[in-house]
């Protein structure tokens, strides 16, 4: 079966500070692509950063990095700098390259809590 | 910026009734998706829809659910019989046709309440 696990159901950090977020997954497929997406009290769902399977380096937005280490299936956000609008739940999702109308398939989600 | 809209926001329906939830994808893309949300889990995959035909479906996605885009601009959920277990949020997304691209554009969601 294809999973994700997101082990920290709950996370805090202070703002200014820096949290990391863990992820990881299973999958037998080579080609994929991952996301993180950040879900605010209003549920909409914000892409907040995207790593290609096949690329090494890791992805960066402004305070947003992950490490992603594909032997180990492992694909963690770092959140630089926190501050009050980063709380949220935070999900970890991947798609597997098939070609056609790829599924995106989540953890069960990190909730980070923002403190002064 | 272009964006994917859903209606209604919030959804009432007694345990039997069908519901029709309706989205707006984003003009130029041509993958559909419909995902589910029941309060406090993680998002699940519904229905994948491509070329006015379902791509891939979820075991939850059983007779009592069906797609269609009637006329190429919306794109609706129909719940024939509702239960109480349909009672989540419901999250409508899109993504272009580029390959090299898989980011899916999701819609703010349609709350539906089941009572």
């Known amino acids: 079966a294809q999973t994700v696990t997101q082990s920290q159901p709950e996370m805090s950090v202070q703002e200014a500070e820096t949290v990391t977020l863990s992820c990881t997954y299973d999958?037998?497929?080579?080609?994929?692509?991952l996301f993180w997406y950040k879900q605010p009290p209003s549920r909409q769902m914000i892409l907040v950063i995207r790593?290609?399977?096949?690329?090494?380096q890791n992805a960066t937005e402004n305070r947003f990095s992950v490490n992603f280490q594909k032997a180990a299936k492992s694909f963690s956000l770092k959140i630089s700098d926190s501050q009050l609008g980063d709380a949220a739940m935070y999900f970890c999702?991947?798609?597997?390259?098939?070609?056609?109308?790829?599924?995106?398939?989540f953890g069960t989600g990190t909730r980070l809590q923002v403190t002064l | 910026e272009p964006e994917v809209t859903q209606t209604p926001s919030h959804q009432v329906t007694q345990m039997g009734q069908e519901v029709i939830l309706r989205c707006v994808p984003i003009?130029?893309?041509?993958?559909f998706y419909w995902y589910r949300q029941i309060l406090g889990q993680k998002v699940e995959f519904l229905v994948s829809?491509?070329?006015?035909?379902?791509?891939?479906k979820s075991e939850i996605f059983d007779d009592q659910f069906s797609v269609e885009r009637p006329d190429g601009s919306n794109f609706t959920l129909k719940i024939r019989s509702t239960k109480l277990e349909d009672s989540a949020m419901y999250f409508c997304?899109?993504?272009?046709?580029?390959?090299?691209?898989?980011?899916?554009?999701f819609g703010p969601g349609t709350r539906l309440t089941v009572t």
């Open positions: 997304a899109s993504r272009f046709r580029d390959l090299s691209s898989y980011e899916q554009y």
């Open positions: 999958t037998s497929e080579s080609d994929y692509y």
């Open positions: 999702a991947y798609i597997i390259n098939t070609g056609t109308a790829s599924k995106l398939t």
């Open positions: 829809f491509y070329n006015n035909e379902i791509s891939e």
């Open positions: 003009s130029n893309h041509l993958y």
């Open positions: 790593q290609e399977a096949y690329k090494q």
